[in-house]
């Protein structure tokens, strides 16, 4: 189902592979270079390895550099890429997310440079999470009936001793399927902790990934199959008035 807006507060899509020893070099990485147009703020944070030896007469440090972390942001500094020697991640921070077509159609693009730059030809690891804030400007901190799930709400706000006030109630669910694999963080956090809860924010935060090889030339279509899991997790856990509160959009 797709909506007129959402409540994402971030969106993280990470890929791992075995260490690609070019990006470990102290110049750019030619990645950088074709991502700038629209990712032209970009950084490089060096990665140390630190060594101690014991000797008789003093400890030896030995630091050197082993590589580093590159980040290119766009304008906003909201849409995020980090690329290390292991790793290539797209983020969009700060609720910049607005659908998964332009979020997918973002990353094919700076996946296929990634390719025709470094040539990996199996990956150990993808993974998407979403993490949603739901805030909501009026009512009881406690009452989501008709927001979420009766399943969601009862797991969320058990009952508490007389006269005690609910500060916190978080929860996680880890469940799998074949090499998938979706961690579900839900409940109350509170900004205010540990003062008791009063703001009506609710978080349900999917993480779901894939571990084990996945080949070059499916990993778009297991990207996809990530965000259908995830998309699922979060219908499953939602009710009628949440989404006339995103808006619904009728094809």
């Not at 994402?8 to 030619?30: F, K, N």
């Amino acid at each position: 189902m797709k909506y007129e807006r959402n409540f994402l507060s971030q969106v993280v899509l990470r890929i791992d592979y075995p260490r690609v020893a070019d990006i470990a070099s102290e110049r750019r990485p030619a990645l950088m270079a074709s991502v700038a147009e629209d990712f032209p703020q970009i950084t490089g944070l060096p990665q140390a390895q630190i060594q101690f030896t014991v000797a008789l007469d003093r400890p030896v440090v030995d630091q050197r550099i082993v590589g580093y972390t590159w980040f290119a942001k766009d304008d906003t500094g909201n849409k995020c890429i980090e690329l290390t020697t292991e790793s290539l991640s797209l983020m969009n921070l700060n609720r910049s997310f607005t659908n998964f077509d332009d979020f997918f159609g973002q990353f094919s693009e700076i996946y296929e440079s990634f390719e025709d730059t470094y040539q990996v030809n199996e990956f150990t690891r993808v993974g998407l999470r979403y993490i949603n804030q739901v805030d909501l400007d009026q009512g009881n901190a406690l009452d989501w009936n008709g927001y979420l799930s009766d399943e969601v709400i009862h797991a969320t706000i058990s009952r508490i001793p007389e006269r005690f006030a609910l500060s916190r109630s978080m929860h996680q669910v880890v469940s799998s399927h074949n090499d998938v694999t979706l961690v579900a963080n839900y409940g109350i956090h509170n900004p205010d902790f540990p003062a008791p809860a009063v703001r009506r924010q609710f978080i349900l935060d999917f993480d779901c990934y894939i571990t084990g090889a996945v080949n070059r030339d499916a990993m778009l279509r297991r990207v996809a199959d990530l965000n259908d899991v995830c998309e699922n997790a979060f219908e499953a856990s939602i009710e009628a008035r949440l989404r006339d509160a995103m808006g619904v959009v009728r094809d």
